[in-house]
């Protein structure tokens, strides 16, 4: 009897090794459904709603290093843009206003002040501390941490997301601080200066806003 050969029949074997290696690669259970809160972090720190692309950069080092360079590069930003306001909060915290229609002396605005300089110099330590945990990070120690998911996570994530916020906080102190000092001026130009500043940066966070709820929802669709 002739043997008949069926190609659809034809059945392919991977062996242990293979499979092991494909189960690793997976994304663990733990990382697939995060909470809403989860996915609002994973967005700001990753600029992704979900864990699935940052995950496949675990398991190449080309890749990883592309998205450590990356984080390492906005980590210097923010050390930077803190250091900044830092020197800026702290000229205006230890000296007078020089000319009398813009005081700035005040409870509130000095409170505002202070405030800034705090936040400032805070944005600065977590983004350092941030930056050398990055710099001497391997790809094999952050999935290990990934991987049980929960207080791990929120760790992981916190660790970039809460200099960006420190350092959010600072700026909108600060400005929060010229605008009350801008209002009660007693002088008109400055007053209708501080109206046009306001309207402004009402405009420019309501574009911030809107353009950050586009991408966190085209996000969420292409899950």
């Known amino acids: 009897m002739a043997l008949q050969y069926f190609p659809e029949a034809t059945v392919f074997y991977r062996t242990p090794g293979e499979r092991t290696l494909t189960e690793e690669q997976a994304i663990p259970a733990s990382l697939r459904y995060p909470s809403s809160f989860m996915k609002v972090l994973c967005f700001f720190a990753l600029g992704r709603p979900d864990l699935e692309d940052h995950w496949e950069s675990l398991q190449s080092k080309e890749e ?5 360079k990356r984080l390492c590069s906005i980590l210097s930003n923010i050390i930077s843009t803190a250091s900044l306001l830092l020197a800026t909060s702290g000229v205006f915290v230890t000296t007078g206003s020089p000319v ?25 330590l977590t ?5 050398i945990r990055w710099l001497h990070t391997d790809r094999r120690w952050a999935r290990e941490q990934l991987r049980p998911g929960g207080y791990f996570l929120l760790s992981y994530l916190l660790s ?38 306001l309207v402004m940066y009402v405009i420019c966070i309501g574009v911030i806003l809107m353009e950050f709820a586009w991408r966190y929802a085209k996000g969420l669709k292409s899950q």
Do not use: H, K
């Open 64 to 68: 990883f290093e592309d998205v450590r």
């Open 100 to 124: 009398p229609y813009f005081d700035y002396s005040s409870p509130a605005t000095y409170f505002l002040l202070f405030m800034s300089l705090m936040l400032a110099m805070i944005a600065i």
């Open 127 to 131: 983004s350092g501390f941030s930056m």
């Open 160 to 197: 970039i997301v809460m200099p960006i916020l420190f350092v959010g906080w600072s700026l909108n102190c600060f400005i929060f601080a010229m605008l009350i000092a801008g209002f009660y001026s007693q002088n008109t130009a400055c007053r209708t200066l501080t109206a046009v500043w």
